[in-house]
């Protein structure tokens, strides 16, 4: 059974930075698409960066958009989400996702992903 392990969450204030990381449990399984997504406490799950783990296309929405980077390291089966100048409105839990996409890119649409990591906290305090 694959799984996705993160790490990386935390507390930091507003301006810092913090780097959060998704492990795949093995390496094989048809997956080509990686994506972050977040949810603050009453508020529905929305996607901050997603990865063509073939093509290298990456996304991302308006609101992290010059902010936050994904990356991957194909060795490690892991993908990196890089938080720059983060501000309170970005304290969520903050989950990874994966899925196979028949595109060139993939979109963080979140119904689209069936296989999620657990979540890891993420606190920014102004």
Avoid at 7 to 15: F, I
């Amino acid at each position: 059974q694959v799984q996705l392990v993160e790490s990386g969450g935390g507390s930091v204030q507003a301006g810092g930075s913090l780097r959060l990381s998704c492990a795949l449990s093995r390496s094989g399984y048809n997956i080509n698409c990686m994506a972050w997504f977040r949810q603050a406490p009453g508020k529905e799950r929305d996607g901050v960066a997603s990865i063509h783990t073939t093509s290298d296309t990456i996304l991302y929405p308006d609101s992290v958009k010059g902010r936050f980077t994904i990356s991957q390291d194909n060795r490690k089966n892991t993908v990196y989400l890089q938080m720059n100048r983060l501000k309170p409105e970005d304290t969520a839990t903050y989950y990874c996702a994966a899925r196979w996409s028949s595109y060139g890119s993939c979109s963080y649409t979140a119904a689209a992903f069936r296989l999620w990591g657990q979540g890891t906290v993420v606190t920014v305090s102004s």
